[in-house]
Structures are given as structure tokens and as C-alpha cells.
């Protein structure tokens, strides 16, 4: 059975950085690309940013892009989120997610496996 487990949420002040971790278990880690969505309240799930199977491509959300990065180690199942210049605008639950697929899935329609998801406040 496939688990995701979120870390790395908190409070921050705009311009400021945080990494999200997303450990997984349950099967071949490295077979699998990855993504990030988060979700405010009131608002729709919003895709942020996916990665390949090999961590050699990656796509952003506008919103994020140039400011997220999202990254990779197969060796130790573990994908990862650096956002720096946060924004309050970026306050939402972040939730890493797993497809079936090894390409890139930008629509959370593509992926079949969820975290609980780690709260994230920028404060203005």
C-alpha cells in the first residue's frame, strides 16, 4: 500500500523560504512521477508543480514558476519542494501526490495517491 507522508509546513513571513519533504512507501518510488498541489479554503485544488520518474523534467504552476522548485532522490523515496519568496497569496495545505505513470500528470485527475497534506501560512 502506497503512503505519502508530508513535513516541512509552517508559518512564514513573506520573502521568506520553506522546503516540503514527501516521503513515500509502498512500492518502486522510482518508477513514478510526483506532484504538488495545494488548496486554500474556499478555492479549488491548484496544481504546483510535477516531476518525471527521473527527476530530469519538471513543470510549474504560473503562479509559483520561478519561485518553486520541486526535486527528487530516488534513493531515498523522497520528494521535495523548495519555495522561496513566499508570498501571502501562497498560503494553502500542500499536498504531495503519486501517479500510476512514470511521465509528468499536471491534473490531480492523474494521480491515484495522496498525502494528508502539510499546512502552509505566509504572513504578510
Known amino acids: 500500500q502506497v503512503q505519502l507522508v508530508e513535513s516541512g509546513g509552517g508559518l512564514v513571513q513573506a520573502g521568506g523560504s520553506l522546503r516540503l519533504s514527501c516521503a513515500a512507501s509502498?512500492?518502486?518510488?522510482?518508477?513514478?512521477?510526483m506532484g504538488w498541489f495545494r488548496q486554500a479554503p474556499g478555492k479549488e485544488r491548484e496544481f504546483v508543480a510535477a516531476i518525471d520518474w527521473s527527476g530530469g523534467n519538471t513543470y510549474y504552476g504560473d503562479s509559483v514558476k520561478g519561485r518553486f522548485t520541486i526535486s527528487r532522490d530516488n534513493a531515498k523515496n523522497t520528494v521535495y519542494l523548495q519555495m522561496n519568496s513566499l508570498k501571502p497569496e501562497d498560503t494553502a495545505v500542500y499536498y504531495c501526490?503519486?501517479?500510476?505513470?512514470?511521465?509528468?500528470?499536471?491534473?490531480?485527475?492523474?494521480?491515484?495517491?495522496w498525502g494528508q497534506g502539510t499546512q502552509v501560512t505566509v504572513s504578510s
Open positions: 501526490a503519486e501517479s500510476n505513470y512514470g511521465t509528468v500528470r499536471l491534473s490531480w485527475r492523474g494521480y491515484d495517491y
Open positions: 509502498g512500492r518502486t518510488f522510482s518508477s513514478y512521477s
